[in-house]
């Protein structure tokens, strides 16, 4: 056990590691990762010494979005395992000293959850349709839809039922929204929270929790539609009809409560895209206690950008009066880091689109340099790790996987990619959730190795298909061939590996820094606009008190480091001993 995780207070700077199961390993040989694919790699997970594990949504799912549309909050999907798997999961990370966070997804449910099936089946004007947002349509016979907003996925935010009325849906159709002024919608969260809590979990990560508030009856919707879009997610004027609503505080507040009856206390982080003056409303100790800051992740390759992110992070941590900062700079939504920084860095195209675009052309319209993707990706998670705070690393960041963008369109599974136009396409997330490589196998490879993605032995994510004598199912989403540079075990292997720097840093991290139980103080180290450097409180080697600091190289020529001893460095110094571009070092600082 990490001695912080002894606190507990340890999510205020723990380092989480998130899994997207289906996408993690596979041991029962069906293409989809599974619970006890988690429990199966804990020891890889204990040995790259991150503190906890948040797991996205493993609930019976359609998996009309990834398993973020859930048929039952309180039970596994069945093919990824059963209640006893989870128990088994849960005691396997506890034994490892680590922590289990699951993800709660109130803002809709499955178009198959009991609840929707009733709002069906009930009809118009019933109680079971007041868990929802049902309202008549438009047009002499209600045939047009109660206004045009479009979801996030593409296509419009309204679907007809059979007999006629309309109901929203902000993501894809399969994911009506709930209404949270419905006390049966709050009593089935409240179950939630109190059932995994019952089961182990040690923390919640709460999806959407900027959109559950909504106000759809103050003013007629078709002036909303000219007012509003789902899209605009800011709501400076305390307006916005969905988005970051006062009143959603008040659902925090009680959900407090509940995570307060367990000991200790549970914990809970919020996905908000708010803007960042709002965030630190979300990270109250009275309500979720941590919210995402994303401003790491929308940030371009530049210091500017990336100083301004770091600041965003730090105040909204203090204003919140008693959560911490969060550092993000990869999860399943966003295209991956290093491939981010591969691609050229125009701030003028606004965030992530220069990557979407690359994505849509099968990652031929710019390109990627995959050398400077790393060099930059190795930078900034040293930049990363030394800040106060929590940090979150999504699967295969640690193994430094670029994002998969020739996915072919058929084997697609992202909503956004099937919802979307012709003339407005996006692929969609797929790339970055492609089901991670173990193993580089030796074997000989089949004969159509050479295709782009090939039906090789999935890298160890299944079941190896000799060994069993019978086939494995392919990955749920192809690997490219690729991936076999980046498995797990030859990286492990690999002292200059992505995956040893991670595991390095975060040895260090825990040493110097989280051991201080100072998980606040920062000072910025001014050595010029294209440097980011800072300074913290540290314990040397000899667990005496100590400064730390962090260089960050952003120009295009190497820099002079302060006076101290290095620690670590993502790059080689040069011969004078100077911090070249695109990398970081961590030093201990002279008196
Ligand atoms: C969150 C999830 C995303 C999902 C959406 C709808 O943004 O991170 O993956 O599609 O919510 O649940």
Same mark, same amino acid.
């Given at each position: ?323 911490? =900062?969060?550092?993000?700079? *990869?999860?399943? !939504?966003?295209? /991956?880091?290093?491939? $981010?920084?591969? %691609? @050229?860095? &125009? ?70 990619? =099937?919802?979307?136009?012709? *003339?407005?396409? !996006?692929?969609? /997330?797929?790339?970055? $959730?492609?089901? %991670? @490589?173990? &193993? ?152």
């Amino acid at each position: 056990m990490t001695a912080n995780n002894t606190r507990d207070d340890w999510w205020k700077q723990a380092v989480v590691y998130q899994v997207y199961p289906r996408s993690f390993k596979d041991t029962d040989g069906d293409g989809i990762g599974d619970i006890a694919g988690v429990t199966e790699k804990m020891p890889y997970l204990q040995a790259l010494g991150v503190d906890a594990i948040w797991l996205s949504p493993f609930y019976p799912s359609e998996l009309a979005d990834g398993g973020y549309d859930v048929i039952d909050y309180r039970d596994v999907d069945p093919r990824l395992g059963t209640m006893d798997d989870f128990d088994r999961m849960v005691a396997a990370a506890h034994k490892a000293g680590l922590k289990v966070i699951v993800d709660i997804v109130p803002n809709h449910t499955s178009d198959r959850h009991r609840f929707f099936r009733e709002a069906l089946e009930a009809g118009r004007g019933s109680a079971a349709r007041d868990r929802y947002i049902f309202r008549e349509g438009r047009g002499e016979h209600g045939e047009l839809p109660p206004n045009d907003w479009q979801s996030l996925f593409g296509g419009p935010a309204w679907q007809r039922v059979d007999d006629g009325q309309w109901y929203f849906h902000i993501f894809a159709a399969e994911q009506p929204d709930l209404n949270w002024k419905n006390p049966d919608v709050r009593e089935e969260f409240d179950r939630t929270l109190r059932f995994w809590s019952d089961h182990g979990t040690d923390g919640f990560r709460i999806d959407v929790a900027h959109g559950l508030a909504k106000d759809f009856d103050s003013r007629p919707l078709g002036e909303l539609g000219r007012e509003y879009t789902v899209q605009d997610q800011s709501n400076h004027d305390g307006r916005n009809p969905m988005w970051d609503r006062p009143e959603v505080h008040e659902i925090y507040k009680e959900w407090r409560a509940i995570f307060d009856e367990y000991d200790p206390p549970r914990f809970a982080v919020g996905e908000a895209w708010v803007v960042p003056e709002h965030q630190h409303l979300y990270a109250s100790p009275d309500e979720l206690g941590q919210v995402f800051n994303f401003e790491l992740a929308k940030a371009d390759w530049d210091a500017g950008r990336m100083r301004a992110a770091i600041e965003d992070g730090l105040e909204s941590a203090e204003r919140s009066g008693g959560s911490t =900062s969060t550092w993000v700079m *990869n999860n399943h !939504d966003i295209p /991956r880091s290093a491939t $981010r920084y591969a %691609l @050229p860095q &125009v701030p003028a195209r606004g965030k992530h689109r220069i990557a979407k675009d690359w994505i849509l052309r099968d990652g031929k319209s710019y390109y990627e340099d995959r050398t400077l993707g790393t060099r930059r990706a190795r930078a900034a998670v040293l930049m990363e790790m030394g800040l106060p705070g929590s940090v979150y690393v999504y699967q295969g960041e640690e193994l430094g996987l670029f994002e998969v963008a020739d996915i072919p369109w058929d084997r697609l599974e992202d909503p956004t990619a =099937s919802r979307t136009s012709r *003339n407005f396409a !996006d692929k969609g /997330r797929d790339g970055c $959730r492609v089901p %991670l @490589p173990w &193993v580089t196998s030796d074997e000989p490879q089949p004969a159509d190795w050479n295709m782009d993605f090939g039906q090789g032995e999935s890298f160890g994510f299944s079941p190896a298909r000799k060994a069993e004598g019978s086939a494995s199912a392919d990955p749920h989403l192809p690997q490219p061939l690729w991936f076999k540079d980046f498995a797990a075990d030859r990286e492990s292997a690999d002292g200059s590996s992505m995956l040893s720097l991670y595991r390095t840093a975060l040895r260090q991290r825990a040493k110097l820094l989280t051991a201080t139980g100072d998980y606040t103080s920062f000072d910025w180290l001014g050595m010029g606009h294209d440097v980011i450097a800072y300074t913290r409180p540290a314990l040397d080697p000899d667990g005496s008190p100590a400064t730390f600091a962090s260089v960050t190289n952003f120009g295009s020529v190497p820099v002079a480091l302060p006076k101290g001893s290095v620690l670590l460095a993502s790059a080689e110094l040069d011969a004078d001993g100077r911090l070249p571009r695109d990398a970081s070092a961590w030093l201990l600082l002279d008196e």
